[in-house]
């Protein structure tokens, strides 16, 4: 099992600002019980070691009325994402936890404000992945990857999935799609991923660092 506390520490709470002009892989999630959070340290590790800056951030809880219930500054962890996070990324990687095959309304209440990126093409030709975490296998882990997907579609980024040329997606018993990484927390609720699942993660991580890097070059 790979647990996030033997991980490497990433730039939380980023003091260390990166330079607007240096490329930098955002990596935006919701996580409820922390498997997600998980997978996007693991897409970190990967980009980090393919030599790329991350960023990584999340959102605060909203309420049965959609509306923002915690403070601009969470109390541990990662900062908050801000439109200024997205508007300034080479890359986006986006997690969220199922909700009935859809991404949770955390994460959705903060991507429907982007409204007017979309209407200036602010992300378009973008490089973005996805990924998500489920208690069963079958607990609509490709349903929710297309969810979030859908949103990198509208605002015309460039979505790159998980290919085959991963081996451990030829090996995995648990989560792990071409579609994205994911995770199966089971009936014992494990926040903890495979060996396979990480690998999947982070060998995600570095092929869009690589993207980055090649659509850099191409501009």
């Known amino acids: 099992m790979y647990n996030l506390n033997f991980?490497?520490?990433?730039?939380?709470?980023?003091i260390e600002k990166v330079n607007m002009e240096e490329n930098y892989l955002l990596v935006l999630f919701y996580s409820a019980s922390g498997s997600v959070k998980q997978i996007a340290h693991a897409i970190a590790d990967g980009a980090e070691d393919a030599g790329m800056k991350v960023k990584i951030r999340t959102v605060p809880k909203v309420s049965a009325n959609n509306e923002k219930i915690e403070g601009d500054l969470p109390d541990s962890?990662?900062?908050y994402c801000t439109?200024?996070?997205?508007?300034?990324?080479?890359?986006l990687a986006l997690?969220?936890?199922t909700r009935f095959g859809s991404m949770a309304s955390s994460l959705k209440y903060f991507l429907d404000s982007t409204g007017d990126?979309?209407?200036?093409n602010t992300m378009e030709d973008k490089p973005g992945i996805v990924f998500t975490s489920t208690g069963s296998m079958h607990g609509g882990q490709e349903t929710t990857l297309f969810n979030l997907i859908t949103f990198m579609l509208h605002h015309g980024m460039i979505v790159a999935g998980s290919p085959y040329s991963i081996s451990e997606l030829h090996k995995t018993k648990s989560g792990g799609t071409p579609?994205?990484?994911?995770?199966?927390e089971?009936?014992?609720k494990s926040t903890e991923l495979t060996k396979d699942e990480y690998e999947i993660a982070k060998k995600s991580g570095i092929r869009i660092a690589d993207l980055?890097?090649?659509?850099s070059n191409e501009s």
């Open 186 to 188: 089971g009936f014992n």
């Open 83 to 91: 439109k200024d996070d997205l508007i300034n990324c080479s890359g």
């Open 95 to 97: 997690g969220s936890p």
């Open 7 to 14: 991980h490497r520490v990433h730039n939380i709470i980023n």
């Open 212 to 215: 980055i890097r090649k659509l």
């Open 179 to 184: 579609y994205g990484a994911t995770h199966v």
């Open 77 to 79: 962890g990662e900062v």
């Open 117 to 120: 990126l979309w209407a200036t």
